[in-house]
């Protein structure tokens, strides 16, 4: 399942410098995340790092996107071929 960052975004821009993946970009009047991008820092980080140092805490599962843990896993691999996920 991606992410999402829903209205309450003030802009701060942590979770587009913490991202591993480069989903997070810049939106209209918020920060957006690129569902084809977001694994859920999955491969990478036991917790979605833009959840973990968003200044409001509002990342939240995106009910629209969801994928299972293997799912976010290939995705990784396709994003990152050239890498070995750590998993938890
Ligand atoms: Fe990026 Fe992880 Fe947030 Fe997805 S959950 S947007 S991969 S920081």
């Known amino acids: 399942m991606s992410y999402r960052?829903?209205?309450g975004c003030?802009?701060?821009g942590n979770c587009e410098e913490e991202c591993p993946n480069d989903a997070v970009y810049e939106g209209d009047d918020k920060?957006?995340?690129d569902p084809e991008k977001c694994t859920?820092?999955?491969?990478f980080f036991d917790?979605?790092?833009c959840?973990?140092?968003?200044?409001?805490?509002?990342p939240e599962p995106d009910p629209?996107?969801?994928e299972t843990k293997e799912q976010l896993l290939?995705?990784?691999?396709?994003?990152?071929?050239?890498?070995?996920?750590?998993?938890?």
């Open 10 to 12: 003030i802009y701060c």
């Open 74 to 88: 290939e995705k990784f691999k396709k994003l990152h071929p050239d890498k070995e996920p750590v998993l938890f």
């Open 31 to 33: 920060f957006e995340i």
């Open 47 to 49: 917790v979605p790092q």
């Open 5 to 7: 960052i829903p209205e």
């Open 40 to 43: 859920e820092c999955v491969g």
């Open 51 to 58: 959840a973990a140092t968003c200044s409001v805490e509002i």
């Open 64 to 66: 629209d996107h969801q």
